[in-house]
């Protein structure tokens, strides 16, 4: 979502005539996009700033999530910071860079009425595979995490918003669209014939667009993983057979303590549901380890869970105390040193599980869209339609879906071999 809200913002500015410095030269403006999700990237902010105020001191502004929780926090501790706007009201950025540029400081973490999405402008160019804000924050509070406080209350963006944008991404060259949101199948909406739908709803009906040969969405909660959206799976055949939903634990104590409402059981039987309406669906997930009061026991268990599922690919993350949470006051806080064991042992067994994917995989023939060049000379990049990682050569271009055949395979990678363009 950062990725999209980035890109909103330089769309924004360019329509103010703020351009992008050339490669090389020092910025006049530079826009910090934040997030507060874990405590090593709030840190790397501050040695930003104080990185980029050394040579030209540019006008910095603190976009994002950080922004949000620590307003005025930013604005004492760092002097060089001359805007703060939270996620919600970053369409009033230029306005801000006005005052800024009268030397004023200002903060904005309203989260208003008005939605931002109606004051951007057109989307622009955009590459090959783009993605779409659909829903933004979350009402589901998991004791350890900041979304429900910094993105705010879960909200959907109206259908027909969203089908005017997919069509205009596509018309800018989109050929794939990831549907985004905290809790992306939470979204809900009104149909063009003013019937209520759900997410399965949306992809059927984006699905039309004849120039959009893709979706995918991120990220599911399994609560709301609905029974229409797990058929769609097996009936949209732009929908691209991947299904990223995390768990967090295998241990149904620690989900509980989690405040995560759903069960290791509940959670599996999605999964074998997914599996059921698609057979070659890529499974993935996020995992956190060192949950206050995560018993090596429990621990074991989240193990064994990786092993049952075989998931494709994973994000897996040392627990990090936020502030405001309710599991930043709770006893029991493990010791970093068996957090970082414990993450050790997890990614093992998670390259494992990708590498066993992607090994399965060798000898599939199948469509890659070409997203970025490769390291070397002639080589192409993109994703399968598991979103695995090929490289492969030829006579190709960015932006183009050709036939590939999978001939070797790696933990995060398989090399490919091109087909037909
Ligand atoms: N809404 C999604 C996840 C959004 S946050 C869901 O509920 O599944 C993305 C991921 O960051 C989470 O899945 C979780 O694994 C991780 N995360 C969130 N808060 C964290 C924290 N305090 N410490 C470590 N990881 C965290
Ligand atoms: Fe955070 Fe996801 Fe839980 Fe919402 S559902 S509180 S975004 S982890």
Redesign the pocket.
Known sequence: MNVYDGERMAELLAAQGITPAPEGEDADLVVLNTCH??EKAVDRIYSDIGRLSKNKSPLIAVAGCVAQAEGEEIMRRAPEVSMVVGPQAYHRLPAMIEEAVAGRRSVDTDMPAETKFDKLPARRKVGPSAFLTVQEG?D?F?T????PYTRGAEVSRPYADLLAEAQRLTDAGAMEITLVG??VNAWTGEDAKGRSVGLDGLIRDLAEIPALKRIRYT???PNDMTEGLIAAHGEIEKLMPFLHL?V?SGSDRVLKAMNRSHSVESYLKVLDRARTVRSDIALSG???VGFPGESDAEFEETLSLVAHVGYAQC?S??????PG?P?ATMDDQIAPEVMDERLQRLQAALQVSSLAFNQASVGRKCQVLIDRTGRHEGQWLGKSPWLQSVYFEGDVKIGDLVEVELVEAGPNSLRGRLLAV
């Open positions: 999700i874990r979350c589901k998991c350890y995490c900041v979304v905290q809790n990220t599911s909660h995390p967090q996020d995992f956190i994000f993350f040392k627990y990090s105390p936020r949470t599991a």
